[in-house]
């Protein structure tokens, strides 16, 4: 896996080199800048998935799988930048987010108008460029033009799909039911498919060209469900994660107000009284610590905690059960099974 | 060119029903009506160029190249819908522009959180959902493997540069020195060259599968200044236009301080307290329709209107008479000749 990684990370740096070179003309400076923040972090599940979906159909260790792999993290650079605007988030992975980055780069230099205005509009195109450049290092990863061709209809798919969970996600915060399964039906599409079935896939049709009936067996089998128990474990850090490793502050999504499957189980399960305070403090942008406390205790006595920690080892055992039919190869099976782990048992 | 607009609006009503269809899910419909609302205008003058590109360069009528020509249409709406949420603009062809719409169904339907923070949202969803679109709509165009793999590095550096322009237009309007040079530099990379010069590129590339020195010269003699000389016109419709006719209230780009090619001639050429009262009452949000007279009379009594209207003309010759010497087709010639004047003597 640490030489899955720096594979990655070597593509990467030779891409985004290229198309911004760091020594380049220091007006776009600050775009490469806060580019690198973006990428320099980040579990590299996306190109795992992708890489070992190219290994189980019998794809070899060629250079080009590794370009291919990198560039699900551009489009997941671009997403989280043009997320944190959406929500006017402050934080990312412990620093600032881009456009805060570039609101600060406004105030510092005393430039005219409005600072604010400045950074979104900046984080708008960086993010822009980087869903342009993931395209772009997909097609021009050097594998063979049919393994591409058969594979970018899935790669058009997933894109879509990801701006329409995402849309999804903005009308189920607006005036969604909040329901257990609206809140799953959002998570899959706004992030478990791109996140993990998409990038298996891809990296499935990579290898063999097609999609054969237990690659999509695979895809839904194992991969929708790891893409589940992947958003259930988002859920929970979200509430009990730690700041220290999150990068974010404590209950930052209760804050936010964030309708995830967590807060739809315990509003079902809650008293009606622990219910409106529920609703009441959720979403509070002025959310404190006893707050964050209050809304945990009642998340913890629901049982719905621990109903989400269930339902991730029951989506985990049915994913592995899955992924055990599968002709895949016994190195990727190994692989694929501890990535469904790490991604469903992580910190940050 | 009834027949080519034609064409171009079937190609694009085919693919945007076929990636969100109208009868679809209900929840995706708003999606679909900004889309339509986005792409339901326009001069096509892109798709234009690169289909006369393409026929310029020997290419026969083939289904494939409306298609190809009309994604351009798909990039420009995305541009136009972010341009929107950066600029923060209420209207767009003189009805509400994509933000404002998605604020307005929000607050109309009595929805949770703000419904301006939805509108943004769901608009810079929009922009990515049609910048993915164009790029798929482009490869997808039915045209050879061969010649869309020969104009994809154009087609990929039309879309990088962009962003980048429009980046330079944020930097410029925030600390820029605001000279000609400097305001021509950021029209022609913002603008210029993904309204006329790369469409042209790419048509002629498409048709002969390499860029020949003559090309070059074209894409340099007639589409670099045809879109410096579009701009400028531009520049003079954002002041002087009339609002029936470009669907924005008079004197627009003034209220929002947009430091153009026609503003630095005007700065350049003010006498010390005409040029202050420019810097005093550009970019003034509540600009009244005696300030916007104030300023037009300042811009005019400078000699500044005349002189951008002259450079229109220079301009214009200038291409025409490269265009004169590239051997396109006679059709072609004639058709690349009436677009340009098109461009430059707009009133929209």
Same mark, same amino acid.
């Given at each position: 896996?640490?030489?899955?990684?720096?594979? @990655?990370?070597?593509?990467?740096?030779?891409?985004?080199?290229?198309?911004?070179?760091?020594?380049?003309?220091?007006?776009?400076?600050?775009? *490469?800048? +806060?580019?690198?923040?973006?990428?320099?972090?980040?579990?590299?599940?996306?190109?795992?998935? =992708?890489?070992?979906? $190219?290994?189980?159909?019998?794809?070899?260790? @060629?250079?080009? /799988?590794?370009?291919?792999? %990198?560039?699900?993290?551009?489009?997941?650079?671009? %997403?989280?930048?043009?997320?944190?605007?959406?929500?006017?988030?402050?934080?990312?992975?412990?620093?600032?987010?881009?456009?805060? *980055?570039?609101?600060?780069?406004?105030? !510092?230099?005393? $430039?005219?108008?409005?600072?604010?205005?400045?950074?979104?509009?900046? #984080?708008?195109?960086?993010?822009?460029?980087?869903?342009? $450049?993931?395209?772009?290092?997909?097609?021009?990863?050097?594998?063979?033009?049919?393994?591409?061709?058969?594979?970018?209809?899935?790669?058009?798919?997933?894109?879509?799909?990801?701006? =329409?969970?995402?849309?999804?996600?903005?009308?189920?915060?607006?005036?969604?039911?909040?329901?257990?399964?609206?809140?799953?039906?959002? +998570?899959?599409?706004?992030?478990?498919?791109?996140?993990?079935?998409?990038?298996?896939?891809?990296?499935?049709?990579?290898?063999?060209?097609?999609?054969?009936? $237990?690659?999509?067996?695979? =895809?839904?089998?194992?991969?929708?469900?790891?893409?589940?128990?992947?958003?259930?474990?988002?859920? /929970?850090?979200? @509430?009990?994660?730690?700041?220290?490793?999150?990068? !974010?502050?404590?209950?930052?999504?209760? *804050?936010?107000? !964030? &309708?995830?499957?967590?807060?739809?189980?315990?509003? +079902?399960?809650?008293?009606?009284?622990?219910?409106?305070?529920?609703?009441?403090?959720?979403?509070?942008?002025?959310?404190?610590?006893?707050?964050?406390?209050?809304? &945990?205790?009642?998340?913890?006595?629901?049982?719905?905690?621990?109903? =989400?920690?269930?339902?991730?080892?029951?989506?985990?055992?049915?994913?592995? #059960?899955?992924?055990?039919?599968?002709?895949?190869? +016994?190195? %990727?099976?190994?692989?694929?099974?501890?990535?469904?782990? #790490?991604?469903?048992?992580?910190?940050?």
């Amino acid at each position: 896996m640490d030489t899955l990684r720096t594979q @990655v990370e070597r593509a990467l740096g030779e891409f985004v080199e290229r198309r911004l070179p760091a020594s380049g003309e220091s007006e776009f400076a600050p775009l *490469r800048t +806060a580019a690198d923040e973006l990428l320099s972090g980040g579990k590299r599940l996306r190109p795992a998935f =992708c890489y070992w979906g $190219w290994r189980g159909a019998g794809g070899t260790d @060629v250079p080009g /799988i590794f370009t291919a792999a %990198a560039s699900l993290e551009l489009l997941q650079a671009s %997403a989280l930048v043009h997320d944190d605007v959406m929500d006017k988030s402050d934080l990312r992975r412990g620093m600032p987010s881009a456009h805060r *980055r570039f609101q600060a780069l406004h105030e !510092k230099s005393g $430039w005219h108008g409005s600072g604010e205005q400045f950074g979104e509009g900046a #984080a708008i195109l960086l993010g822009n460029l980087l869903l342009i $450049w993931s395209g772009e290092m997909w097609r021009n990863s050097g594998l063979p033009p049919e393994s591409l061709a058969a594979a970018q209809p899935v790669h058009d798919h997933m894109r879509s799909e990801l701006m =329409c969970g995402q849309y999804l996600d903005l009308l189920e915060q607006a005036h969604g039911e909040n329901t257990f399964e609206s809140a799953l039906r959002v +998570a899959l599409f706004k992030s478990g498919k791109y996140s993990v079935e998409q990038p298996l896939r891809l990296g499935l049709v990579l290898a063999a060209g097609e999609v054969a009936p $237990w690659m999509d067996e695979l =895809c839904t089998g194992y991969g929708t469900r790891v893409g589940i128990a992947f958003q259930l474990r988002d859920d /929970i850090l979200g @509430v009990f994660g730690d700041p220290a490793q999150t990068g !974010k502050p404590a209950g930052d999504d209760l *804050r936010e107000g !964030k &309708r995830t499957m967590l807060v739809a189980r315990t509003l +079902a399960a809650a008293s009606p009284g622990d219910a409106a305070t529920v609703r009441h403090l959720l979403g509070d942008p002025d959310l404190d610590g006893r707050g964050v406390d209050t809304l &945990r205790q009642i998340i913890d006595d629901t049982g719905a905690l621990q109903e =989400c920690e269930n339902l991730i080892g029951d989506y985990l055992g049915e994913a592995l #059960a899955a992924l055990d039919q599968a002709p895949v190869t +016994a190195e %990727a099976r190994s692989a694929l099974t501890d990535l469904a782990i #790490a991604a469903t048992s992580r910190k940050t």
